[in-house]
């Protein structure tokens, strides 16, 4: 995998993130501040790591599972692994000024 088609697909990563919701926040994942991590190797094997809002969230197989799914359908990633983390723990301040205003916490 070259730099450029690293890049093109980590930014197409991102853009499939950008698709994925809890069910009971009307906002993405991304821009919650839930994924704290992504490497895409030159193996083209992907590691994500995620946290959720709360860690006894009733959606967190679903939504970790919408993750792997949605981005093992990117071309040029081969395997994905979502790792599901509570360290450092999520708080509001994680979320994008898009998120914030959403939610009215501006």
Known sequence: MTQEEKLKTEERIVEV???????????????LGLVYRIDLHDDA???????????????????????????????????????????PEWDKDMMSEEAKLELGFL
Not at 22 to 30: A, G, K, Q, R, S
Not at 48 to 65: G, H, K
């Open 17 to 31: 993130l950008k698709t994925v919701y809890d069910p009971e926040i009307p906002v993405d994942i991304y821009n």
């Open 45 to 87: 094997t992907l590691d994500v790591d995620m946290t959720l809002t709360a860690p006894n969230c009733p959606a967190a197989d679903f939504i970790a599972e919408d993750v792997r799914l949605k981005l093992s359908g990117i071309e040029g990633v081969k395997e994905v692994k979502v790792n599901l983390v509570f360290e």
